[in-house]
Structure formats: C-alpha cells, structure tokens
C-alpha cells in the first residue's frame, strides 16, 4: 500500500539552528500539506503546497518555515532559526482528490533544546 | 469560540460498551466532515467519513447534523483496540486543510 514517508523520525537540535524536514508523498498525489502536533495539544495546520507553490498557510507558518519542493518527489519544510516552542511532532501529508481522505505520514518529531 | 470542538474526555469504558462522542463545529460553510483515530504518538488515520444521510462501517456510525453544526460517533460492542484518541475533523473544501478538534480520548478496560 502506498504511504507517506517522513525523515527523520526524531531530530534533536540547538535553540538557532536550521531544522529540514523531509516528505515523500505518495506519487500521484497533487496536494501536500504540513502539520505540526505540539505534544498534549490538537494538530495544527502549517502550509499547503500545490503545483510548486503555497496554496495556503496559517499564522504560525511564519517567515521562519518554508517549504520546496526541489525534485519533483521530496517536499521539505525548512525551520531557519528553530526556537523553543518550534518542539512538536511535525506530520507531513497528501491528498487523494477523488475521496478528499489526507494519509499521513509517521512524523517528524523535533526536540528544540 | 473553537472552530471544532470535543470533550476531550477520557472516556474509560468496559469492554463490549458503547460509547458516543460529539463535536461541534462553528464555520457553516464547511464542506466536509471526518472522524480520524489517533494512537498515543502515532500519525492520524482515517476511520470514517461523515455523510450527512449518516453512515455506518461495521461497529462505527457517524451522524452529522448541519443546522445544529454538529457531528456525533457511536462506537458499538468496544474492543480493548479501539482504545485511541478520536479526532473530530472538518474541512471548508475538497482540497482545503483540515482543521482538527482537540480529541476525545476512549480507554476500553477488560
């Protein structure tokens, strides 16, 4: 069954660094969002990317995050200068149009010490 | 007010208990609705779609009502693996985002 990948599963980083977060969505999805689950709390909207551009993003998809898609099959989410509250568990997504159901991938969890 | 809303629980039940959750959603226009499953640290996944004739798939029926902006889940016959966060989601377009409730969490006790 196709499915989502994320890597990594679990990245520890300093306060300031830069975080990249890294998507395979399932291949003949069009539609790819990110979502981000700060533990004990709701999953939330961050971005969506459709046709190598951002289609929508939220409040907290600030100009520290970004997203690419640089090789027609990875679709990354940069953080520039991670902080602390940036500590979540950061799922990627991609939607199958005909049945509107967004499979997920396993997440990213990123610990921001 | 929240744009979905739930009783975050936990709901701890027997075993072979029914159990229902609720959620209420505030924006009118949205489109289409969900329930999604969440195991502890895991990725949400799919458990039903929500029509507005109501449906059922095998021991689930999800029901929404959209003058009252409301979406309920009935879990018949509970299993000691039906024991998860239940997301409640809604979305305002086919390939818009999915905006997400707290979740209700069930715990099914032998």
């Known amino acids: 069954e196709p499915e989502v990948t994320q890597t990594p599963s679990h990245q520890v980083t300093q306060m300031g660094q830069e975080v990249i977060l890294r998507c395979v969505p399932i291949?003949?999805?069009?539609?790819f969002y990110w979502y981000r689950q700060i533990l004990g709390q709701k999953v939330e909207f961050l971005v969506s990317?459709?046709?190598?551009?951002?289609?929508?993003k939220s409040e907290i998809f600030d100009d520290q995050f970004s997203v690419e898609r640089p090789d027609g099959s990875n679709f990354t989410l940069k953080i520039r200068s991670t902080k602390l509250e940036d500590s979540a568990m950061y799922f990627c997504?991609?939607?199958?149009?005909?049945?509107?159901?967004?499979?997920f991938g396993e997440g990213s969890r990123l610990t921001v010490l | 007010r929240k744009e979905v809303e739930q009783d975050p629980g936990p709901f701890n039940v027997p075993e072979g208990a029914t159990v229902a959750f609720n959620c209420t959603y505030s924006?009118?226009?949205?489109?289409?609705f969900f329930w999604y499953r969440q195991d502890c640290r895991k990725e949400p996944k799919l458990l039903m779609s929500?029509?507005?004739s109501g449906n059922e798939d095998g021991r689930f029926t999800a029901q929404l009502n959209r003058a009252s902006q409301y979406i309920s889940l009935l879990i018949r016959d509970s299993k000691l693996s039906d024991s998860a966060t239940y997301l409640c989601?809604?979305?305002?377009?086919?390939?818009?985002?999915?905006?997400f409730g707290q979740g209700t969490t069930l715990q099914v006790k032998p």
């Open positions: 989601v809604v979305k305002l377009s086919n390939t818009g985002k999915l905006i």
């Open positions: 291949s003949n999805h069009l539609y």
């Open positions: 990317f459709y046709n190598n551009e951002i289609s929508e």
């Open positions: 997504a991609s939607l199958l149009v005909e049945s509107g159901e967004l499979f």
């Open positions: 924006n009118s226009a949205s489109q289409s």
């Open positions: 929500v029509y507005s």
